[in-house]
C-alpha cells in the first residue's frame, strides 16, 4: 500500500512564499511521476507541477517562474516551493503519484491535501 502525506499549506499574504512537501511511504516503490495538483472551490482538478521518471518536469503555465518543484528519488518525497503567491492560488494543493509496483498496471495514488490560502 502507498501513502502520500504532504503538508507546509497554511496561510500566506500576496507576494508570499510557501512550501510543500510531499513523502511517500510504502515498500519497493518506484514512481513513473510525482507531483503536484490543486483545485480550487467548484472548479476541477488541475495539474501544477510534475516531475516525471527520468527528470523531465511538466509545468503549468500559471506555475512557471513562480513555482518550482524538485524531487528526491532516494527519500519518495517530492517538494514545491512557491513564491509570489496570488490571490488566485488559493486552492487544496494534492501531491500526486504514478506508481510502478513491478507488476500489474501502473496506478495513481493522491495525498490526502493541504489547503494554501492567500489572503491578509
Known amino acids: 500500500q502507498v501513502q502520500l502525506v504532504e503538508s507546509g499549506g497554511g496561510l500566506v499574504q500576496p507576494g508570499g512564499s510557501l512550501a510543500l512537501s510531499c513523502v511517500a511511504s510504502?515498500?519497493?516503490?518506484?514512481?513513473?511521476?510525482m507531483g503536484w495538483y490543486r483545485q480550487v472551490t467548484g472548479k476541477q482538478r488541475e495539474v501544477v507541477a510534475s516531475?516525471?521518471?527520468?527528470?523531465?518536469?511538466h509545468q503549468a503555465d500559471f506555475a512557471k517562474g513562480r513555482f518550482t518543484i524538485s524531487r528526491d528519488n532516494a527519500r519518495n518525497t517530492v517538494g514545491l516551493q512557491m513564491n509570489n503567491l496570488k490571490p488566485e492560488d488559493t486552492a487544496v494543493y494534492y501531491c500526486?503519484?504514478?506508481?510502478?509496483?513491478?507488476?500489474?498496471?501502473?496506478?495513481?495514488?493522491w495525498g490526502q491535501g493541504t489547503l494554501v490560502t492567500v489572503g491578509s
Open positions: 500526486h503519484a504514478i506508481v510502478d509496483a513491478g507488476s500489474g498496471p501502473y496506478f495513481e495514488v
Open positions: 510504502g515498500s519497493k516503490l518506484s514512481f513513473k511521476a
Open positions: 516531475v516525471l521518471d527520468g527528470g523531465n518536469i
